[in-house]
């Protein structure tokens, strides 16, 4: 039956540990995808920077080439895999101009010049299809813009990095530093030589835009959300936050937030946050990745699976190209962009959070009561202290954990401590999430 279906020229751009999956999973499944989209994908070039490169899949050297525009023009089907922003932005550019529908695993791409790209898709009648961007296999993309489009979104909060969660993970389980647990991470290959986008939170930042983009109907880029990494988080912090029935992960958190004269916006950001070992998140463990969706109609949903790896974002790239082929050959469009609602992005300093903070302090009489101080003046009530041992001679360790305040008035606070005579450093500062 296949045989009798039309055939798309299909470019893969990129064959690195993704493109090569794809490559292969098109070439061995080629009759079961087919009767799927109703159309026989061919891939007939392949982009790479180096022809004579080692690669995972067998490749035919014959649709290999070095020559962009060569591989994009007169396809069906754009597969841009390459990553970063330039030349991928050009490349895909040319293509959708064209009216060459593209599918992108690129999440720093949409998030910088995603309003641009469905533009340019919308203008030619082309599909923009994007799953593996977010979260690699985790379809939480298609539930926000498909699925869940009849729902007001509330909230959405997530792991969506795995090589941070696997180097908090592996301290939390296995009581190693956070230098340990990095270069651990990248000898399995998990995290890269330079794996600053990763542990300084510029890559949850990117998918966290895309996800706030789709949840709100709103436009929302990287800038737009603030962000903290793990680098600075410690043993030390880890061993506290058991003590206390919590572990460490880095969230994405988008969320509708009223302000206090009544303006609904949008905050966005990514940080370490201390969650209770019974929440759902908790138990995300190694590389995987989870994402908590909040809607009104729905109630609490949770999307949970691997969120790297070559298979895994192979398949959420095939997912779109299946669906991007039957458009192809039968008519039909993926969802346009959906940006009706113009939401205001709110100042990170409005966000509503609780806060845990470790502080080395003098051990002497009265720290408690200044500590205390700082706090009441800048309007941060404390639900809870803690004081430990510290080996250190003349000095104690005080936990302080906060009830929910406007961010900047813990900054505030944080900032004074930093300044007290009383404090000789503050160890660690936490914001406490999933409660």
């Known amino acids: ?14 064959a690195g540990t993704v493109g090569s999956q794809v490559i292969r999973i098109l070439g061995e499944q080629a009759n079961e995808l087919a009767a799927r989209a109703g159309a026989r994908m061919k891939v007939t070039s392949v982009l790479v920077r180096d022809m004579a490169a080692p690669r995972d899949a067998q490749i035919d050297p014959a649709i290999l080439t070095t020559d962009a525009d060569q591989a994009i023009d007169g396809k069906d089907i754009v597969v841009e ?3 970063g922003i330039e030349p991928a932005r050009t490349y895909v550019r040319r ?9 992108t695993g690129n999440k720093a791409l949409l998030a910088a010049h995603g309003p641009e790209l469905y533009e340019a898709a919308a203008a ?9 961007a977010v979260a690699g296999a985790v379809p939480v993309v298609y539930g926000l813009r498909e699925s869940l489009a009849g729902d007001r979104i509330t909230r959405v909060m997530g792991i969506v990095n795995g090589t941070t969660n696997f180097i908090l993970d592996s301290m939390n389980t296995h ?15 998990f995290a890269e030589a330079d794996p600053t986008a990763d542990v300084e939170g510029h890559d949850a930042a990117a998918k966290c835009a895309i996800l706030a983009s789709l949840a709100f109907h709103t436009r929302v880029s990287i800038a737009d959300v603030a962000v903290e990494g793990i680098s600075a988080i410690t043993a030390e912090d880890m061993a506290e936050a058991a003590a206390n029935g919590h572990v460490i992960k880095l969230l994405a958190i988008a969320e509708r937030r009223l302000t206090d004269d009544g303006t609904e916006g949008i905050a966005a950001r990514v940080h370490p946050a201390l969650i209770p070992t019974g929440n759902p ?3 995300v463990a190694g590389a995987f990745n989870a994402v908590v969706v909040e809607g009104e109609a729905a109630g609490r949903l949770m999307f949970y699976g691997q969120g790297a790896g070559g298979a895994p974002t192979a398949s959420a790239v095939l997912s779109d190209l299946v669906a991007a082929a039957h458009h192809r050959a039968y008519g039909g469009h993926a969802p346009r962009e959906s940006v009706y609602a113009h939401l205001p992005i709110l100042d990170a300093g409005l966000t509503r959070t609780r806060y ?32 430990h041992y ?6 104690a360790i005080v936990t302080i954990a906060t009830h929910t305040a406007r961010e900047a008035d813990l900054r505030a606070v944080a900032q004074a401590l930093g300044k007290s005579s009383a404090v000789r450093r503050v160890a660690s500062t936490l914001r406490v999430e999933g409660e």
Do not use: C
Not at 7 to 14: E, I, K, P, R, S
Not at 124 to 132: C, I, R
């Open 1 to 14: 039956m296949s045989e009798s279906l039309p055939t798309l020229n299909v470019a893969v751009l990129g």
């Open 95 to 103: 293509a959708l101009d064209q009216g060459i529908s593209v599918v």
């Open 175 to 189: 009581k190693v530093s956070y230098e340990q647990a990095l270069a651990e991470a990248q000898r399995l290959g």
């Open 124 to 132: 030619s009648g082309a599909d923009l299809y994007y799953e593996a």
């Open 81 to 83: 895999l390459i990553g």
């Open 390 to 395: 510290d080996s250190e001679p003349g000095s």
């Open 281 to 283: 998140l908790a138990t």
């Open 356 to 387: 845990q903070m470790r502080l080395q302090v003098e051990d002497r009489l009265g720290v408690l009561a200044d500590v205390a101080g700082i706090f009441s003046r800048h309007g941060v009530s404390i639900q809870a202290v803690s004081q």
